[in-house]
């Protein structure tokens, strides 16, 4: 249990209106309030005093939110941030998470949310500074439940899933961001004959370079300064079970080496250490980069590439998959409401349409967040469309677009080309699920021919699951 007295949260805001009632709010709560307005004197008060946590808004006045995050980062990795944005900028909040925010939350801001986002940010430090040395260990608790969507690439994920777990092949598991690559790992590893031995992850996007061998590999006493007593690394604590690398395409090549000996010989090397110590661990990696792409570039070495590319599982982004829609947002509202301690029955039809019209750039994480929000404000027996942010409610159905512009959020135009693309992958995915992806009844069925359905599927980057 947090206790506020003794946590020093800083607010780093552009917007005074906000920062004086956060202060307010979170003093009353007993929290230690510090209030900075600019980068500078945040980060220099953040070498003089011990802050816990720094919430900060993304637009500041000289850098943007994830300059600063980065910034903290370097000084302190153990200080959890959170981003204030509004939802025009929620893909540039997904972008934080990637580099390390514990979370983001929306203007305009409510008192429980953000509260409950404080304590959960506070929680997961002490966690990590309670296990030796690593701040960006993820939490390795027993996970809420895994939801199987109805979607037709959801299926399939669970068969290759099912074909996969039981042996001991590494696995790439790809997607964008929050679309449930560690659900998915820990999936593969509780249906695998390692489920009763320890499942390990760790976030190389956040593992700052010069503590990644340490991290990975372990150290020995003296190995450099600061290391006091001998460390376990990942691959250690992970020996009989599953070790699951997040963000693998951020590893830096001499990493990159130690682990590819990992993976073909089974032996690690501590840094500092003489001794190689034999490990039995099955590597699973999530990436939201292509790592094809890195190894092309020069990124990513081949060698590891072709030795973990033994299974490929791909994760379709949300909206790619509208099936799953309904199945996880009545799993977010169960979440919501144990947690709120609310009893919100379900969604009107007019929300369910409109999830299924925006592109959540954030996937199923930020369906939860949005669901949890809504759960927060609504105030019927039904989560209407006023408990949903303007990004999503002044989305224009395909019907009403008379006109060659959508004004998605007031700043935002879309094209007529963008919407019509839209509409078309929409229909040429549809049709191919519903042909099990037999291209030549899809194509007959949406009478074009298959040469036409082939070069559409390419400039769409529709991605072939048959
Ligand atoms: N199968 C699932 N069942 C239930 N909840 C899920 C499932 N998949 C994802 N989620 C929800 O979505 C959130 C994001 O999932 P997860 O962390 O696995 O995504 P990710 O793809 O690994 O994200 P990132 O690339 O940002 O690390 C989770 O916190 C969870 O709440």
Redesign the pocket.
């Known amino acids: 249990m947090i206790k506020p007295a003794s946590r020093s949260i800083l607010i780093i805001d552009g917007d005074e209106s906000i920062s004086i009632k956060l202060n307010k709010y979170l003093s009353k709560k007993g929290f230690n309030v510090l209030v900075e307005d600019s980068v500078q004197s945040a980060l220099s008060l953040i070498k003089k005093e011990k802050i816990d946590l720094v919430i900060t808004d993304f637009e500041l006045a000289k850098y943007t939110g994830i300059e600063l995050l980065q910034k903290v980062k370097i000084y302190n990795p153990a200080i959890q941030v959170i981003i204030v944005t509004a939802y025009a900028e929620i893909r540039l909040a997904v972008e934080a998470?990637?580099k390390g925010a514990f979370d983001y939350v929306t203007k305009p801001l409510f008192p429980d949310e953000i509260l409950d986002t404080i304590n959960n940010a506070l929680e997961a430090r002490l966690e990590a500074l309670e296990q030796p040395k690593v701040s960006n260990r993820k939490s390795n608790k027993v996970v809420?439940?895994?939801?199987?969507g109805s979607s037709y690439q959801s299926q399939l994920v669970e068969k290759h899933i099912d074909l996969i777990a039981p042996t001991d092949m590494s696995v790439i598991i790809s997607?964008e961001?929050?679309?449930?690559?560690?659900?998915?790992a820990r999936r593969i590893h509780m249906k695998s004959k390692r489920n009763n031995m320890p499942f390990v992850a760790v976030?190389c996007g956040t593992l700052p370079h010069e503590l990644a061998g340490s991290e990975l590999f372990g150290h020995v006493k003296g190995a450099f300064t600061g290391a006091l007593s001998d460390h376990k690394g990942c691959f250690e604590r992970a020996h009989g079970g599953t070790l699951f690398l997040?963000?693998i395409g951020n590893l830096s090549y001499e990493n990159q080496v130690q682990l590819l000996r990992a993976l073909q010989e089974g032996v690690i090397r501590p840094v500092g250490g003489s001794k190689e110590i034999r490990v039995n661990v099955r590597v699973l990696v999530?990436t939201?980069e292509d790592l094809k792409m890195l190894v092309e570039k020069g990124n990513f070495r081949e060698d590891i590439y072709h030795r973990l590319n033994e299974f490929k599982i791909d994760?379709a982004p949300l909206r790619e998959r509208n099936e799953d829609i309904e199945i996880?947002a009545a799993?977010f509202l169960k979440l919501a409401n144990t947690k709120l301690k609310k009893n919100i029955t379900g969604f009107s039809v007019d929300v369910l349409e409109k999830f299924k019209m925006y592109d959540w750039p954030g996937?199923?994480?930020e369906l939860?967040n949005m669901i949890k929000r809504a759960v927060l404000i609504c105030k019927s027996d039904k989560i209407e469309i006023s408990c949903l942010p303007p990004e999503i409610t002044q989305l224009k159905s395909f019907n009403d677009l008379s006109t060659s512009i959508m004004v998605a959020n007031g700043t935002e135009a879309i094209s007529l080309r963008e919407i019509t693309e839209r509409a078309e992958r929409g229909a040429i995915l549809e049709v191919l699920r519903q042909t099990d992806y037999n291209k030549t009844k899809t194509a007959s069925l949406l009478q074009i021919d298959r040469k036409t359905l082939y070069n559409k599927m390419k400039s769409l980057k529709i991605v072939e699951n048959a």
């Open positions: 998470l990637k809420p439940k895994y939801i199987n997607g961001t929050g679309t449930g690559k560690e659900y998915v976030d997040d963000e999530a939201n994760l996880f799993h996937n199923l994480r939860q």
